[in-house]
């Protein structure tokens, strides 16, 4: 659904002596930047209860839940020190939270503390977020994450940043390796050194010691594709800006406007290898060499898989470099080489068969495990306008929810960090491969522990079973926190892993806010309608080989996603310990609260 203004309603609710106040426009849906949802605002950061006998099919519904989740999570988002640096702009990989209240850890041992690195894949989404806070607002989009002065600000430090180390390591070309958010203890040639923490005073950022001469792809075309949409949506932006505010907006926008064109004229020279071959690691020989017309400087790295030839995200990398890059030193453009990377790619788009209790079949694009992670390019660029595209992934939205429903698990299978009691390494590790093994091309090693984000891509194909599922997920026990979600639970609903990653946050809230497809759809298409001609094409051909002759055969699922049954959840999700003491809520009111404002709303709208 798109976020919409509606007509205007007043609703007061008051029980147990919790007063929820006048809400506007069905909880002020088109929420203000900075501002505070009418549930929050009353204390009730333990939201998601009060959404569980609501009807998720009511678009008031979505609505007021959206804008519940926004505001909590912008606790984490536009807070400085928290998620991103306040002096440079960049993003923190992530978080800690004390485990036992639920609140910020500034410092300590991992899991807590702030984790001053981070990787371009971070910046995607949020250059994402903020080129979705840039548009215009008459142009009745989604909320704001940002105000205007605060997205303005994080944009300024950001590209500060992102000038000097440019400078300093030319031989990235404009990209980014894993960094130190706000600098490094020391960087002695050939020494190991620790990225700096809050205790000390920030400094320019720096390669991270583990990645002083490499740069991965796969990160990087997320992060492309996001500094394209940052810099045209500044650019228009500055075209009507007026008054204070307009030489600082335009200023900005040809500095954004240099950032993308030096990605534009090093991706060829850096990741594309020939023959089709687009690395998934580039080693840097000589990191004073400029990466522009040096292809010779750049080498393939010992990465498994060494080439971005999958289906997943590594192809955000793969279109950048198709319709953006400039192909310097090849004939005619790359006219040659670039059908020889959809060449190479072709044979990695399987089409699998699954089949559900019922004995019906749905056809869908084998996964690498079919972790949700695997469908981030859904929420970058327009792949859901291209109906077979879209009937591909609505199929494996359906076996992704249908088999969490048919295994009894209360959520979804997403690559995370696990629980401390899910043994998927050190400290419940890094749980990667989770997922669905009947249509998986890889062997699922993991199956107990479950992330808020697996949500997103349903969200994306259907919001209101994609809300509906996310929504049960942050019901089980110590889910929410006063910065909104947190990473994972396992499925029994005893433990959770007390973090806050971008990973496993800003996906869901990207998708609740439509993602960049739309956006950057119409960019390509205003700007050269060749380039969105070419998108449809490349990728609509792909499937097209792929899926030739199957849409007879396990096609045309309903657009509507199952829901998730209630009796999901453990019984003790709805005891009191099961929330922590820094973020509960009195559910009862919340509940009669919610289900009020969401009637009232729709009435008012049907006048």
């Not at 509940?591 to 969401?598: P, Q, R």
């Amino acid at each position: 659904m798109m976020w919409r203004p509606t007509a205007t309603v007043a609703v007061g609710f008051c029980a147990a002596s919790v007063c929820f106040g006048t809400l506007a426009r069905a909880d002020q849906a088109n929420v203000s930047a900075g501002g505070v949802s009418a549930l929050q605002a009353a204390g009730c950061c333990r939201f998601a209860r009060a959404f569980q006998q609501v009807d998720w099919r009511q678009p008031e519904t979505q609505r007021l839940f959206i804008a519940e989740a926004v505001a909590a999570e912008r606790h984490f988002f536009a807070a400085p020190d928290v998620s991103f640096d306040a002096v440079t702009g960049m993003t923190y990989d992530g978080h800690g939270i004390d485990p036992q209240t639920g609140e910020l850890k500034a410092t300590g041992p991992h899991p807590g503390g702030v984790f001053t690195f981070s990787a371009s894949s971070k910046e995607g989404i949020h250059l994402s977020l903020l080129a979705l806070a840039l548009q215009r607002s008459d142009s009745e989009i989604q909320p704001l994450i940002y105000t205007l002065n605060e997205a303005l600000d994080v944009l300024e430090k950001k590209v500060s940043s992102l000038e000097a180390f440019d400078a300093s390591h030319p031989g990235f070309g404009g990209f980014l390796p894993w960094f130190c958010s706000r600098g490094a203890t020391n960087t002695t040639p050939g020494a190991a050194y620790s990225c700096r923490g809050l205790d000390q005073e920030a400094g320019p950022i720096v390669p991270t010691s583990g990645w002083v001469s490499e740069v991965p792809g796969l990160d990087n075309g997320q992060m492309a594709w996001a500094t394209y949409a940052v810099a045209r949506v500044l650019a228009d932006r500055a075209a009507l800006a007026t008054g204070g505010d307009a030489v600082r907006i335009r200023n900005l926008a040809d500095r954004w406007e240099q950032r993308l064109a030096r990605m534009r004229s090093s991706a060829v020279p850096l990741f594309y290898a020939g023959q089709g071959r687009v690395r998934a690691v580039t080693v840097v020989q000589n990191m004073s060499q400029d990466a522009a017309g040096t292809p010779e400087n750049a080498a393939t790295g010992l990465a498994a898989p060494s080439y971005l030839d999958d289906a997943y995200e590594g192809e955000l990398m793969v279109l950048f470099i198709d319709l953006l890059a400039d192909w310097f030193g090849y004939a005619e453009d790359g006219i040659h080489e670039r059908p020889l990377m959809w060449k190479r790619k072709q044979p990695n788009v399987v089409a699998r068969n699954y089949t559900t209790r019922d004995g019906s079949t749905l056809t869908v694009q084998e996964g690498y495990w079919f972790s949700s992670h695997e469908q981030w390019k859904l929420m970058v660029l327009p792949y859901l306008d291209i109906p077979l595209v879209k009937q591909v992934f609505t199929n494996g939205e359906h076996v992704r929810l249908n088999d969490a429903i048919d295994h009894s698990v209360p959520g979804i299978f997403a690559s995370s960090l696990a629980p401390p009691n899910v043994e998927c390494g050190t400290f419940g590790g890094y749980c990667n491969a989770v997922g669905v093994q009947e249509v998986a091309s890889q062997v699922v090693r993991w199956d107990q522990s479950i992330s808020p984000y697996g949500a997103y891509p349903s969200i994306l194909i259907d919001p209101a079973a994609g809300l509906a599922w996310y929504n049960i997920m942050l019901s089980l026990p110590h889910m929410q926190t006063q910065t909104g979600s947190i990473e994972s639970s396992d499925i029994a609903g005893t433990s959770v892993a007390p973090i806050l990653t971008w990973d496993t946050k800003a996906t869901t809230v990207l998708a609740m806010l439509g993602g960049t497809g739309p956006l950057i759809g119409s960019l390509l298409k205003r700007e050269d309608g060749q380039l969105l001609h070419r998108f449809q094409k490349v990728v609509g051909e792909m499937y097209a080989v792929a899926f030739e002759g199957k849409e007879a055969h396990g096609f045309g699922a309903s657009a509507e996603l199952p829901m998730p049954p209630s009796t999901l959840l453990p019984p003790h999700s709805h005891h009191p310990t099961s929330d922590f003491p820094s973020c509960g809520c009195d559910s009862t009111a919340a509940s009669a609260y919610v289900l009020e404002a969401v009637a009232a709303a729709s009435a008012d709208v049907h006048v």
